[in-house]
């Protein structure tokens, strides 16, 4: 049987990345963000070109996650295609290795015709993410409900223009939380252990 | 403590009224859907005037759930308006009476303010839908996914239109579930057990 994944999209400020690093550590597997992605894109060789060209701007602040603010090409690519491209070389890669959590970086959808595949989505109201943002994230700012909007609106926009579906529609998921009603740690415990049921999952669109 | 309920939206053929029973019954609790609500508002005497006005098109082919059929107003209410009235009086009176499972009625928005009720929507692909309506359901026709669209189309408009909130929206619910994908007894299970884990539960938006 293939490795089993799960997938985790969320709304910024939901607790997505917790739950996904509490879940890994759970069934002692590997979480993957965007971070960590990132750091394998580097050490690869992928994108050693790309970073030697772009320099400071490639490695401010999250080169990868902030692909839409390269305006210009790369070797005759878009700079965000190309990056596109080297994350889901990367997820493909990964799927194929080993059983483990990947946070965000559509792999919902890079990872569709993956036969071992929970793909989970985590939201929670807006002023239960604004008071995570401020009191855990460390975000201090006038307006977090305007920063929420603009994160999610930003992830739909990258997401819709990769894959031509729509982030957070309830048909792309096998199971969906609020993680502000639930709380994190059951989140955690209904992920876990629906993995741990699953013998004969899909991840099939 | 408030009266402990769960709420089942669902795509039409996904399961989700034989999820909602067999919750029920797991947990020794009713469970209302729109065959029973329609059966309660006979006898409560509410919509005596009505059928009796009504006669054959009030009783054919469950009326409540008919409410658009219905062009006519009755004692200067249009009728859809006063069949939604009594649907929405009987779900406030039972969550206030026992605890138990609600299917469809858009119970999930009716109580809303409810503080201990778990929101729960249920889908699959279309094409488990459409399996299930013609093996299960009994259903026999040339396009069974046409009358997926349809059916789901229907419960879409008179949602948004009593609710002006979006059916089937992921924001609405505390946890969704690809039946399709889980299987109904996964589905089962996992509310069962969130249902029993729940000591502070909340139902806000």
């Known amino acids: 049987m293939s490795n089993r994944i799960i997938t985790i999209s969320r709304e910024f400020g939901s607790g997505g990345r917790t739950i996904g690093k509490e879940v890994a550590a759970k069934l002692g597997i590997h979480c993957y963000d965007s971070e960590l992605i990132e750091k394998i894109a580097q050490e690869s060789g992928l994108a050693k070109e790309f970073i030697a060209e772009k320099g400071e701007y490639a490695s401010h602040g999250g080169w990868l996650a902030?692909?839409?603010?390269?305006?210009?090409?790369?070797?005759?690519?878009?700079?965000?295609?190309?990056?596109?491209?080297?994350?889901?070389?990367?997820?493909?890669?990964?799927?194929?290795?080993?059983?483990?959590?990947?946070v965000g970086r559509c792999a919902d959808y890079i990872l569709r015709?993956?036969?071992?595949?929970l793909k989970v989505f985590i939201h929670a109201a807006a002023d239960k993410r604004a008071e995570r943002i401020v009191k855990i994230y460390g975000e201090t700012m006038a307006a977090p409900e305007k920063r929420l909007q603009d994160k999610d609106k930003k992830r739909k926009a990258y997401y819709h223009f990769y894959t031509n579906m729509e982030w957070g529609e309830i048909q792309n998921y096998h199971i969906t939380l609020d993680s502000g009603v639930l709380g994190i740690d059951k989140c955690v415990?209904?992920?876990?252990?629906?993995?741990?049921?699953?013998?004969?999952?899909?991840c099939r669109r």
């Open 66 to 102: 902030n692909a839409f603010s390269y305006g210009s090409s790369y070797n005759g690519t878009s700079v965000q295609d190309y990056l596109w491209k080297i994350q889901r070389e990367i997820i493909l890669d990964l799927a194929e290795k080993e059983s483990c959590v990947i």
């Open 113 to 117: 015709d993956h036969d071992n595949c």
């Open 189 to 202: 415990d209904i992920i876990t252990d629906l993995y741990q049921m699953r013998d004969d999952s899909r």
